[in-house]
Antibody, heavy 116, light 107 residues
Framework: EVQLLESGGGLVQPGGSLRLSCAASGFTFSGSAMTWVRQAPGKGLEWVSSISGSGGSTFYGDSVKGRLTISRDNSKNTLYLQMNSLRAEDTAVYYC?????????WGKGTTVTVSS | EIVMTQSPATLSVSPGERATLSCRASQSVSSNFAWYQQKPGQAPRLLIYGASTRATGIPARFSGSGSGTEFTLTISSLESEDFAVYYCQHYNNWPRTFGQGTKVEIK
């Protein structure tokens, strides 16, 4: 069964950092592009970042460029999102999803709250 | 950035009725287009990709149509489990963008 499991969310102060992880199983991780999508409380879905299967290509939304960094460790079947210089508007549930076109597999999400 | 605009924001429908949801792209996305369903407290679920191809396990009452800038999701006969929020998304270029969502509620 294809599964994605996010972890690493929590409460962080403005300007702080956090690293999210997404553990993948049930498919050939290195052969699949991956994506982070977020959803602020009561709001819609926002694409955040995507990475190719090799990790050689990365893509970012304008609102996170320069502050959030997507990466992957194919030996550990794990996707990461390093979040620096966090702002209140980064408060959201962060989902990892398989592929970078349409998203057929999603994790359950991890919640990030940026607040003092 | 391609802006995806969904209408209506809320659709009130009785069970058994037909629901028609629309999404417009600010420029052509060809057929690089998807629909998702999201229920409270759950991750989104892929319904349609390629504008009209149902994802695995999606019931036949869900159908998608359109290309270019105008897209439609039709639910032929609403069942109780279909009351949810629906999002459109393009994947024609970067950045990927979603519509703001249409809430389908019980009339």
């Amino acid at each position: 069964e294809v599964q994605l499991l996010e972890s690493g969310g929590g409460l962080v102060q403005p300007g702080g950092s956090l690293r999210l992880s997404c553990a993948a199983s049930g498919f050939t991780f290195s052969g699949s592009a991956m994506t982070w999508v977020r959803q602020a409380p009561g709001k819609g879905l926002e694409w955040v970042s995507s990475i190719s299967g090799s990790g050689g290509s990365t893509f970012y939304g304008d609102s996170v460029k320069g502050r959030l960094t997507i990466s992957r460790d194919n030996s550990k079947n794990t996707l990461y999102l390093q979040m620096n210089s966090l702002r209140a508007e980064d408060t959201a549930v962060y989902y990892c999803a398989k592929d970078f076109t349409f998203f057929g597999v999603w994790g359950k999400g991890t919640t990030v709250t940026v607040s003092s | 950035e391609i802006v995806m605009t969904q209408s209506p924001a809320t659709l009130s429908v009785s069970p058994g009725e037909r629901a028609t949801l629309s999404c417009r792209a600010s420029q052509s996305v060809s057929s690089n287009f998807a629909w998702y369903q999201q229920k409270p407290g759950q991750a989104p679920r892929l319904l349609i990709y390629g504008a009209s191809t149902r994802a695995t396990g999606i019931p036949a009452r869900f159908s998608g149509s359109g290309s270019g800038t105008e897209f439609t999701l039709t639910i032929s006969s609403l069942e109780s489990e279909d009351f949810a929020v629906y999002y459109c998304q393009h994947y024609n270029n970067w950045p990927r963008t979603f519509g703001q969502g249409t809430k389908v509620e019980i009339k």
